[in-house]
Every structure is written in structure tokens, then in C-alpha cells.
């Protein structure tokens, strides 16, 4: 159980924690203490309806097909070592996440609607949250699974609440390029890490 909670959170952990539009968003908006709390909300429900829709669907297909798990383990393998290479390849380069730029967000619902949109028209999404951590789930059993869901929502629920309550304080280590460089490289040998186990599994 602790196991496969422990292994849902650093997952998520590793793969929601990078650069992208929807972290400079919720930092953004941090920052300029503009509806933080709406933010923080959408970001989070959604990543646990789609956390939950991969642990389930995928548990079904297994169920109906027994061999599509093979199917979906080796794109999760690929996948993984894929985005574990990019995000090595990607600490080669200075980046900073510039979430201070730009005007007015406006109200609520235009506030809404684009937290919406930047997590839902994200096609990453589907491919991390349903397809990747719905594969790797079903290698933790079937009480298992849903610990790990847990641990995936709860890194989910920690980092979006991290990101935008705490954006002040940490504003300008997260402006600095060498943290995501540094960021970059742990994602990049956790993303490995998985991959050759769930190869090996």
C-alpha cells in the first residue's frame, strides 16, 4: 500500500513538475494573487478525473484484453524513456519560466476558461496522466493501483497548491534557469528509472 502510494506521488511528481504553459499559468497567477484559489482548483479536479479515468480505463481494457497490457507497457516504456531523454537533452539549455510578463488576466471566468483550456487542449495530458500513469498503475495490482492513483492525485493536489500559494516566496527560484536545469535532470533520471522497470516488470 505505502509502496504503491509512495510510487504514485513521485511519478506524478515527476511528471507535472516541469516547464509548460499550464505551471507558468498557475504561477502567474500566484504572483499577481489573482484568483489563485479558481486556479488551484480546475488544475487540481482535473488532474484527478483524468488520474482516475486512466486507472480505470486502462484496468478495463486489461480486463476485456489481457494482452493490450503488453501493448501498453511498451508505449508507457517508450514514452517514458522518451520524455526522460528530452527532459536531459532539455537541461543542456538555460531556461526560466517567465510567469511575471504580460497584462491583466481578467475576471474569473475568462481566468477560468483558459486554466481550462490549458489543461484540457493539451494533448500531453492524455498521454501522462491517462495512458502513462494509468499503465503504470495496473503493475501495482488491484487494490495497488488505486494507492498509486492516490499518490498521483496527491502530488497533483501538493504541487498546483505549492505553485500557486507559494508562488512570492518562490517566484524567483523558479526564474532562475539553472533550478529547471537541475529540475530537468532529476526528472529526466526518474523518468529512466521508471522505464526500466516497468521494462523489466
Same mark, same amino acid.
Given at each position: 500500500?505505502?509502496?504503491?502510494?509512495?510510487?504514485?506521488?513521485?511519478?506524478?511528481?515527476?511528471?507535472?513538475?516541469?516547464?509548460?504553459?499550464?505551471?507558468?499559468?498557475?504561477?502567474?497567477?500566484?504572483?499577481?494573487?489573482?484568483?489563485?484559489?479558481?486556479?488551484?482548483?480546475?488544475?487540481? &479536479?482535473?488532474?484527478?478525473?483524468?488520474?482516475?479515468?486512466?486507472?480505470?480505463?486502462?484496468?478495463?481494457?486489461?480486463?476485456?484484453?489481457?494482452?493490450?497490457?503488453?501493448?501498453?507497457?511498451?508505449?508507457?516504456?517508450?514514452?517514458?524513456?522518451?520524455?526522460?531523454?528530452?527532459?536531459? &537533452?532539455?537541461?543542456?539549455?538555460?531556461?526560466?519560466?517567465?510567469?511575471?510578463?504580460?497584462?491583466?488576466?481578467?475576471?474569473?471566468?475568462?481566468?477560468?476558461?483558459?486554466?481550462?483550456?490549458?489543461?484540457? &487542449?493539451?494533448?500531453?495530458?492524455?498521454?501522462?496522466?491517462?495512458?502513462?500513469?494509468?499503465?503504470?498503475?495496473?503493475?501495482?495490482?488491484?487494490?495497488?493501483?488505486?494507492?498509486?492513483?492516490?499518490?498521483?492525485?496527491?502530488?497533483?493536489?501538493?504541487?498546483?497548491?505549492?505553485?500557486?500559494?507559494?508562488?512570492?516566496?518562490?517566484?524567483?527560484?523558479?526564474?532562475?534557469?539553472?533550478?529547471?536545469?537541475?529540475?530537468?535532470?532529476?526528472?529526466?533520471?526518474?523518468?529512466?528509472?521508471?522505464?526500466?522497470?516497468?521494462?523489466?516488470?
Amino acid at each position: 500500500m505505502l509502496d504503491s502510494l509512495t510510487t504514485g506521488l513521485l511519478t506524478g511528481l515527476s511528471l507535472i513538475v516541469a516547464i509548460g504553459a499550464q505551471n507558468a499559468f498557475v504561477l502567474r497567477q500566484g504572483l499577481r494573487r489573482e484568483h489563485v484559489g479558481l486556479v488551484v482548483a480546475i488544475c487540481m &479536479l482535473s488532474d484527478v478525473v483524468l488520474i482516475a479515468a486512466g486507472v480505470a480505463g486502462i484496468g478495463s481494457i486489461v480486463e476485456h484484453a489481457p494482452v493490450a497490457l503488453d501493448v501498453v507497457r511498451w508505449l508507457g516504456v517508450a514514452f517514458l524513456t522518451w520524455y526522460g531523454v528530452s527532459a536531459l &537533452l532539455r537541461a543542456r539549455r538555460a531556461e526560466s519560466l517567465r510567469a511575471s510578463n504580460g497584462t491583466a488576466t481578467g475576471g474569473r471566468g475568462a481566468v477560468a476558461g483558459k486554466a481550462i483550456a490549458l489543461t484540457w &487542449l493539451n494533448p500531453h495530458v492524455y498521454l501522462d496522466t491517462v495512458l502513462l500513469l494509468g499503465s503504470i498503475a495496473n503493475h501495482q495490482g488491484g487494490v495497488g493501483r488505486w494507492w498509486f492513483a492516490v499518490g498521483a492525485c496527491l502530488a497533483s493536489v501538493l504541487w498546483f497548491a505549492g505553485l500557486g500559494y507559494g508562488a512570492r516566496a518562490a517566484g524567483p527560484l523558479l526564474a532562475n534557469p539553472r533550478a529547471w536545469q537541475v529540475l530537468d535532470v532529476l526528472i529526466g533520471l526518474t523518468m529512466l528509472a521508471i522505464a526500466t522497470s516497468l521494462a523489466l516488470g
